[in-house]
Every structure is written in structure tokens, then in C-alpha cells.
């Protein structure tokens, strides 16, 4: 059975970021980030030099995940912080069956380093958890990505494992590490 996540009914906040499900407002800042070469580390699902549509058909994906409609790249939440303009970060979900969440983040280039990307794991994965359908929630992080490693373990997840996964357009296939936050375990450190 799938797992069908429902957006928050009020942001998640910690007092420095806020995470809120997206809207079409949301285009114009994905076309800033286009635009001032923001997207090293596909942090967003698009790349350099995308079709001028792509960022608007991204938001209604990721709105589309939450109404429980078919999307490649949602749902998603996306994370705010006082003085930027628009969002600065996104978690995403993926249901990996048997109760499993995949997420997914990123924080926009001139963003990094300040922590944000631990602050939306740590507001996020225990919110996904509230839903009685999700028992894991998982992170998939490459063995050479010691940053995500990092946050992985300063945002409460334990290492379980790897995970082998196939690019279906090249059939390329790459063994990533599995980090794991379940209901059984404690909430997050703040």
C-alpha cells in the first residue's frame, strides 16, 4: 500500500527555518535561482539551461504530490528562513513501500553552511512519522557525501545499511548508504 502524505495544516518551524508546502508563487523564485546560476548540487529537481516551463511544471508536481496525484518530483515541503527572499530549501518524499518514506533535501548554494540543512531533517522526519502509515523514514546518500552524512547523523538517523539503486534511462546502477529515523527511535536533538 502507498503512502499518502497530507501537507501540514501550519508550517513546521523551529525559530529559524520554516517549512510550508509549496504554491505557484513559488515559480518566480525557482526562475532566480535559474537565473543567478543557483543550482550546483541539484538541490532542485532542474538544471542549467531548462526549458523556460520546467520550473512552473516542477511547483505543480510537487503540489500534485500532495493531492495524492501522480508526480515524479513531490511532494515537498519547502523551507524558509527571515531575510531571504522566497524559499531557500526543500525536502521532498518519496514512498518506498512498507511504510518507508525516502527523503530528499537541499538548501540553495549561498545558503550552506549555516545548519540549514540539519534543521529541515530534523523538522521534517519527525513529522512524516506523525502519519500512522509511515514507520521509516530513510535518507539514500552517496558513500562519498560526507556533508549529507553529517546531517544525516546530527538530525538523529543511524546508518543502516546500503541500498542499490538503477538509473532506468542508462541502466547505471550505484550503491548509496541508508540512513533510517523510525517511530522507535528518540526524536531528533535540537
Request: aromatic letters at 8%; hydrophobic letters at 40%.
Amino acid at each position: 500500500m502507498l503512502v499518502h502524505l497530507a501537507p501540514p495544516v501550519e508550517p513546521l518551524a523551529d525559530g529559524v527555518v520554516i517549512l510550508r508546502p509549496p504554491s505557484a508563487a513559488d515559480v518566480e523564485a525557482i526562475v532566480r535561482y535559474c537565473d543567478q546560476d543557483q543550482l550546483e548540487g541539484w538541490w532542485l529537481p532542474i538544471s542549467p539551461g531548462c526549458a523556460p516551463d520546467l520550473p512552473g511544471r516542477v511547483v505543480e508536481e510537487w503540489i500534485n504530490g500532495w493531492a495524492g496525484q501522480e508526480s515524479y518530483n513531490g511532494p515537498a515541503l519547502l523551507a524558509e528562513v527571515e531575510g531571504a527572499e522566497g524559499f531557500v530549501g526543500v525536502a521532498g518524499f518519496c514512498d518506498r513501500g512498507q511504510g518507508v518514506i525516502e527523503m530528499t533535501y537541499g538548501v540553495a548554494p549561498k545558503y550552506r553552511g549555516q545548519g540549514l540543512a540539519t534543521r529541515i531533517v530534523r523538522l521534517a522526519s519527525p513529522w512524516a512519522l506523525r502519519d500512522p502509515s509511515v514507520i521509516t523514514v530513510e535518507l539514500r546518500i552517496a558513500a562519498d557525501h560526507f556533508e549529507s552524512q553529517r546531517v544525516a547523523c546530527k538530525a538523529g538517523f543511524r546508518l543502516s545499511g546500503t541500498v542499490t539503486c538503477t538509473v532506468n534511462s542508462t541502466g547505471e546502477t550505484f550503491e548509496d548508504l541508508r540512513y533510517v529515523f523510525s517511530r522507535d527511535e528518540e526524536e531528533p536533538a535540537s
